[in-house]
């Protein structure tokens, strides 16, 4: 169970980085062309595997102990702030992510940019651009997969999961040819900041030198109870927005 827990984050948390990244590629790509949008993608798929080759074996080579501890401290500083925003959104405090509103913001922009011819790059904007969004989402996923499957020394299965995501999102997203809107990325993101503050809180503790009951087993209780704790986050927060003002004042409720 722990390694299907381990493939189901590292692979939600990948597809919601893909998207974004697949969002920033198709608005470079179908308003100012492909050839150097599709060169600045190939060009930070490079420098992940690089990053890759270089991280991996000195990430694995840590003592697991030490490992823990700082992973643990890392995933609950993502997971946190992933959940945070979750909890704001689906309580309504925070406007929902709408992926068709930050494509055409990226189509505008690409619009109004100068073009600027450099050696072996047609269009500089274009393949700036989708080099730093896949550079930087990819940075992400390589994080999620070289963290998640050092710890639990599974770093094939992460691989797996992190490879699944990113290949599925780009064959969707290339075939449509259209920004995935109908992702529930609102939802995948509330799932994957439950996961990653689980395993955060997990790994984080052993590396301290905490016991858990049951060893892995303690995850299949740890997840459900910080998905029953964010869920009644979101209860209390969305009844008090929408609670009245005392008086009768017409106020709006505090955010």
Not at 183 to 191: A, M, S
Request: charged fraction near 15%; aromatic fraction near 8%; charge should be positive.
């Amino acid at each position: 169970m722990t390694g299907v827990a381990l493939f189901l984050a590292v692979f939600l948390a990948c597809v919601v980085e893909a998207v974004e990244a697949l969002t920033i590629v198709l608005a470079v790509g179908t308003t100012r062309g492909w050839s150097s949008a599709l060169k600045g993608m190939s060009v930070a798929l490079l420098a992940l595997a690089v990053i890759i080759a270089a991280l991996g074996p000195a990430v694995a080579s840590l003592p697991l102990g030490v490992l823990r501890l700082v992973v643990g401290g890392l995933l609950l500083v993502f997971g946190l702030g992933w959940l945070r925003k979750a909890i704001l959104r689906a309580s309504g405090n925070k406007a929902l992510h709408d992926e068709d509103a930050a494509f055409q913001r990226e189509v505008l922009a690409a619009r109004s940019a100068s073009a600027e011819r450099r050696p072996w790059v047609g269009d500089w904007y274009a393949f700036t651009l989708a080099f730093k969004g896949v550079l930087l989402e990819g940075l992400e996923v390589v994080f999620i997969a070289l963290t998640f499957g050092s710890n639990q020394h599974n770093l094939p299965l992460a691989a797996v999961g992190a490879g699944l995501a990113v290949v599925v999102v780009a064959a969707v997203g290339m075939a449509v040819r259209a920004p995935l809107s109908r992702v529930p990325e609102n939802t995948l993101k509330f799932g994957v900041g439950v996961m990653l503050t689980s395993f955060g809180l997990f790994w984080g503790a052993e590396g301290a030198g905490a016991h858990w009951p049951g060893a892995d087993a303690a995850l299949l209780v740890l997840i459900p109870l910080v998905l029953v704790f964010a869920l009644l986050l979101v209860r209390v927060f969305r009844r008090t927005n929408a609670a009245p003002t005392v008086s009768g004042d017409h106020v709006p409720a505090k955010v």
